[in-house]
DNA sequence: TAATCAATTCGACAGTTATCGAAATGTCGA
DNA sequence: TCGACATTTCGATAACTGTCGAATTGATTA
């Protein structure tokens, strides 16, 4: 039983997966976005971001519902806001696919 | 005053080039060209990858104008045939630019 | 309750891109 | 020289996508 409590589970991804997430990071503000919740030692909210970027709300979800959906960032939504992290295993999963390339 | 000789170059990607090289892998097609020359340990040809995947001429062509262009492909036209070789340099460092994210 | 705020959804638009047929270019062999 | 071949270029089209305003939803606060 898979548990949280192993930061490095050994993920595996699909080819679907890593193409999904290979098309995710082919766009400037995506590839932003992930490198500052990966640089964020907390999860950030969409505002955080916003702050840091100029984007409109609208612009920000939509990418953040791609992001999601390739896996690589992990949505929680409480209250008002959205708690935003960088799936890391996945992250490390995907870099250690592209260098068995 | 750098060197073929030296297999592994201290290369630096501009965060553009890294843009581009995410958007070229973001392709399958263009994925699959690249894990094809990645796999080859010499040079291949047009026709070589076209026996192993399905796409018209014009395609192809545009595909590798698309990953030469993004720094990821070298090709030298030699008579008929064009001599395709993945840069591992720059592989390299693409690799190594996604790590310090 | 009313106003404010975070975030999402919807709809539309503009720009990009993948695709390929047809034609062109250049090369090699018969 | 002539025909076959590898590759590129051109042009057109369909599909995709990034962008954002406006409206909506849901939650917090005054």
Known sequence: MPSESEPTAPVVLSAAQRMAILKALGEPRRLEIVERLSQADHSSACTDLRACMPIAPATLSHHL??????????????????????????????????QKI
Chains 1, 2 share one sequence.
């Open 65 to 98: 519902k791609e992001l999601e959906t390739a896996g690589l960032v992990h949505i929680t939504r409480e209250g008002k806001y959205a708690h935003l992290t960088l799936r890391r295993d996945i992250w490390q999963a995907f870099l250690a696919d592209l």
